[in-house]
Each structure stands twice: as C-alpha cells, then as structure tokens.
C-alpha cells in the first residue's frame, strides 16, 4: 500500500510493525491488555455471545483456532465476547492454517476420543479460504473422520453496499471446497443440527 502510493524509501518491516501495533492495541502489545485502547475494541467480530449460547444449547462443544497472536485472541474472546477460558489453539501453538494441525488437536480435544469413525462430526466455521482449505487438509490426514467446513462472508463484506464483492467472495469460498456458505455465523448452530438430525 506504501509503494503503491509513492513512497519512497519505504520503511524497515520492524517500523511498519512498530505503527501497526500502536494503532491496533492502543498500548504496549505485551502490556496488561485490559489497558489496550486501539483499534482492537472496535473490530467487528464475525461472532457474537448469542452464537455460543445456541451452540451450548445444541450440546455442541466448540472452541477456536485462530491466526491471531495468543494476547489478540485471548482479548478478543475475554474482553469483548465474555468468554473466560475457551479452548484456544492461536498463533505459535500450531502451524499456520491451511495446516490443519491445530484443527486436528482442538477437534480431538474437544472430541475426548480419537478422531475416526466414532468420533462427532467435526465443523468449523471460517471466513477465508484458508480456514476451507485447512477442513479440506484435515479431511485427507483422516479420511474416516466426518467433517464439515462452514464459510461465512467476512463483517466487512456483509455491510450495505457490499452485495456485488460479498458474490464473489462466497465464489471463491465454494471454489475452495466450503460445503455451507452462511448468511451470517449465527446459522451455524441450526445448520449444524439439522445435518445431525
């Protein structure tokens, strides 16, 4: 974005880290984040508290991986969705996705059996092609395993006026193999027991 709008020279990786962390976490990045005041309290969220309530209703189990930083992920799910402790697997506990090892470990986890035949169904809702190509990676590391990738627009293409981008966005979704695309997160629980029913 720099090069594209001339400047020159650009600055080092570190500087452009440096500017990004002090607009997105408003304070030290590994500082207390209860002190955070940066950009990081406005995102939108994909999912709100209703979406795990209803997942709890259902019986389902459910957890996250997460590309974000462990503090990010953690912020984001104790701070503004009210989650204290939820099954995490962020950056540095696996490899980045679309490998799927950090989906294997978290579904087993929660699964408290060996992922296979008699295991549950394992779903797993994303909002990039990663997050599809990680179930479609999974799928082949356990062939016996039933999965089920779930994608969803991300929040900024579900704005108004976002119609036409969100289209093609859902394309590509649906191109790299997502078996559900989702108006929005909160038809994932319904979804989800119908497909079991």
Do not use: C
């Not at 479609?136 to 981008?165: E, I, K, M, T």
């Amino acid at each position: 974005m720099l090069r594209r709008h001339g400047l020159e020279p650009l600055p080092s990786h570190g500087a452009l880290v440096k500017v990004f962390s002090q607009l997105y976490f408003g304070g030290d990045p590994d500082g207390p984040p209860e002190a955070w005041q940066g950009f990081i309290r406005e995102e939108t969220l994909l999912v709100q508290p209703p979406f795990f309530e209803a997942l709890g209703q259902h019986g389902f189990a459910w957890g996250f991986v997460s590309g974000a930083e462990p503090a990010s992920a953690r912020f984001v799910l104790h701070q503004r969705l009210g989650l204290p402790r939820p099954p995490l697997i962020a950056m540095g506990d696996a490899p980045d996705k679309p490998d799927p090892s950090g989906l294997l470990t978290l579904a087993a986890r929660l699964a408290t059996t060996e992922l296979g035949l008699d295991a549950p169904l394992v779903a797993y809702v994303g909002d990039t092609v990663a997050d599809v190509e990680t179930v479609q990676r999974a799928r082949a590391h356990h062939p016996d395993q039933a999965f089920v990738s779930l994608a969803v627009a991300p929040p900024h293409l579900q704005a108004a006026g976002a119609g036409a981008q969100r289209l093609v966005y859902e394309d590509h979704l649906r191109q790299a193999g997502a078996d559900h695309i989702l108006a929005n997160t909160a038809q994932a629980p319904e979804l989800l027991n119908h497909l079991l029913s």
